[in-house]
């Protein structure tokens, strides 16, 4: 029984290293480049596997180079592939990416390729069934997301929607929703208020709250998160790790969480071991790559 699905899109990460992020019309010379597993759902699809969960990982592919270099890195992590759609209509997709490798900021073009095409109809829900958690990003049309969230109430998972990129979303989602993971950015979107500190975060969970989900996580870079359940409130610092490269921090954030909550942990020690896994990702060049195993995190579950 694998315990986790995650539905998502899978990319070639083409991550470029430099001095700067380059502005427009202007040419750098960088220092390095990895080509690797990318997209959200992939990266935290890994960062699940990595730390030990069972995951099925929903989504499409072409019949290409790239899309032979997914399953090979999905399989290599011990990920379910059996609802991996192999197209030989449409490209695997690749994001672009240039990381300023003083800060670890960079900035993404991704071209999604098959996951684009993907519908309801190819989605295998007995799989979501014979899950306990079901954890999606919005890189995925919107109605089979939905239709997946739905699936996964109807069968008694707890849902995670990690809801980047942000993109508006109808009420009927916030109601299927236990754990909703926005960044700063994109809790802003949601509710229109900037966070500046920690009384913002508080009043922006409120709101979001109010709107019908159950929970919500607003990871705030490296100013930390915050965490309410409308009752509890967590606020926790973020992981001192000297970051090389922040691409997929998100998904490595939500990846721990998802692990930490299939092993029954509390709240703040689900979101502590959260803020580790992104941490590590941090320290090296790329996404689905740079996600730890429970030793590199000195981890015992
Ligand atoms: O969250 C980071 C990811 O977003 C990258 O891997 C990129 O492919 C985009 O999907």
Redesign the pocket.
């Known amino acids: 029984m694998n315990e986790i699905t995650v539905l998502g ?1 899978f ?1 070639a ?1 083409i991550s470029f290293s430099g001095p700067k992020i380059p502005n427009t019309g202007e040419t750098i010379l960088g220092d390095s480049y990895n080509i690797g ?4 759902g ?2 935290q699809a890994i960062a699940i596997a990595r730390l030990g969960g069972k995951v099925n990982f929903i989504s499409k592919l072409g019949n290409d180079d790239y899309g032979k270099l997914a399953i090979d890195k999905l399989k290599k992590n011990n990920i379910n592939t059996s609802n991996i759609i192999i197209s030989n209509e449409h490209k695997t997709g690749v ?1 672009g ?1 240039h990381v300023d490798k003083n800060t670890g900021k960079n900035a ?1 073009t ?1 071209v999604r390729g098959a996951p684009s095409s993907l519908t309801i109809k190819e989605i295998d829900t007995k799989l979501i069934k014979q899950s306990k958690i079901f954890l999606t990003q919005l ?1 995925i049309q919107i109605e089979v997301t939905l239709h997946c969230l739905k699936a996964a109430k109807e069968y008694g998972l707890i849902n995670i929607l990690n809801p ?1 990129p942000a993109c508006k979303l109808s009420s009927d989602f916030f109601n299927l929703i236990d754990y909703f993971t926005p960044n700063e950015t994109e809790a802003e979107f949601y509710t229109g208020i900037k966070i500046n500190n920690e009384n913002d975060a508080k009043v922006c969970a409120k709101k979001l709250t109010d709107m019908g989900i159950k929970k919500v996580i607003i990871t705030l870079g490296e100013k930390g998160l915050f965490y309410s359940d409308g009752k509890e409130e967590i606020y926790l610092k973020a992981s001192a790790d000297k970051a090389l490269d922040t ?5 490595a954030f939500n990846g721990g969480f998802a692990f930490a909550l299939l092993k029954g942990k509390k709240i703040k020690e689900c979101l502590e071991i959260a803020n580790k896994v992104a941490g590590f990702s941090t320290t090296k060049l790329g ?2 790559d740079s996600m730890p195993t429970l030793k590199d995190i000195n981890l015992k579950v």
Do not use: M, R, S
């Open positions: 899109i990319v990460d597993p990318g997209g959200k992939c990266n994001a990416i993404i991704v890189e980047a691409t997929g921090a998100g998904d996404a689905g």
